[in-house]
Nanobody, 126 residues
Framework: QVQLVESGGGLVQAGGSLRLSCAASGHTFSSYAMGWFRQVPGKEREFVAA????????YYAESVKGRFTISRDNAKNTVALQMNSLKPEDTTVYYC???????????????????WGQGTQVTVSS
């Protein structure tokens, strides 16, 4: 069982930066691939970024590539999402997720993740 708690959301102007953090409980954090998703009300959860167990492989949605960076610290059981050059269309709730099975083909699919955080709101003003 893994419990995930996100933090770091807030209000920022377009072009600004935010850093989201996700703290995980449990002793097996390093055995989970981790991902960030976002969801606009009424729409499906959208893949943002993912990172492999050890952090050597990262994956990004095209819409955030070059602007967002995912990282993890297995010693501290945390995963972060550094978001730069934010745009108003990045406004929504962001979720941290953990996946027991690591497969690059499935990392973009929300259903493949086993545990989810409660979400943190990011609002980008124009």
């Amino acid at each position: 069982q893994v419990q995930l708690v996100e933090s770091g959301g807030g209000l920022v102007q377009a072009g600004g930066s935010l850093r989201l953090s996700c703290a995980a409980s449990g002793h097996t954090f390093s055995s989970y691939a981790m991902g960030w998703f976002r969801q606009v009300p009424g729409k499906e959860r959208e893949f943002v970024a993912a990172i492999s167990w050890g952090g050597s492989n990262t994956y990004y949605a095209e819409s955030v590539k070059g602007r967002f960076t995912i990282s993890r610290d297995n010693a501290k059981n945390t995963v972060a999402l550094q978001m730069n050059s934010l745009k108003p269309e990045d406004t929504t709730v962001y979720y941290c997720a953990a996946a027991r099975q690591f497969n690059p083909v499935f990392l973009r699919i929300a259903l493949k993740y086993d545990y989810w955080g409660q979400g943190t709101q990011v609002t980008v003003s124009s």
